[in-house]
């Protein structure tokens, strides 16, 4: 059984920055693809930044430069760093896990698990 928990949610004001990790466990972590979305009220679950077992990262295009992700295989634990917050990114996020995916699988939420999420919040 696959358990994904997300933390390092919160509030914060624009400009601001908040780290989120992901700790999975239930399969060999170092193997899987690791994503992180994002469900902003009255909105649909989007994609935020990916990372590929192999070392590849992509990031979507409102949060490039601002977003990075990575990983620490032997903490089996995926991490967002967020700079330079706005308001607009204020979500529930998600943390996912998926099996050998192409790129497009990924963004468009082909995944095997999700995590319960965690909120951010950021204020103007």
């Known amino acids: 059984q696959v358990q994904l928990v997300e933390s390092g949610g919160g509030l914060v004001q624009a400009g601001g920055s908040l780290r989120l990790s992901c700790a999975a466990s239930g399969r060999t972590f170092s193997t899987y693809v690791m994503a992180w979305f994002r469900q902003a009220p009255g909105k649909e679950r989007e994609f935020v930044a990916a990372?590929?077992?192999?070392?590849?990262?992509y990031y979507a295009d409102s949060v490039k430069g601002r977003f990075t992700i990575s990983r620490d295989n032997a903490k089996n634990t995926v991490y967002l760093q967020m700079n330079s917050l706005k308001p607009a990114d204020t979500a529930v996020y998600y943390c996912?896990?998926?099996?050998?995916?192409?790129?497009?699988?990924?963004?468009?939420?082909?995944?095997?698990?999700w995590g319960q999420g965690t909120q951010v919040t950021v204020s103007s």
């Open positions: 990372h590929w077992s192999g070392g590849s990262t």
């Open positions: 996912a896990q998926a099996g050998s995916r192409s790129l497009y699988s990924v963004i468009t939420g082909g995944v095997d698990y």
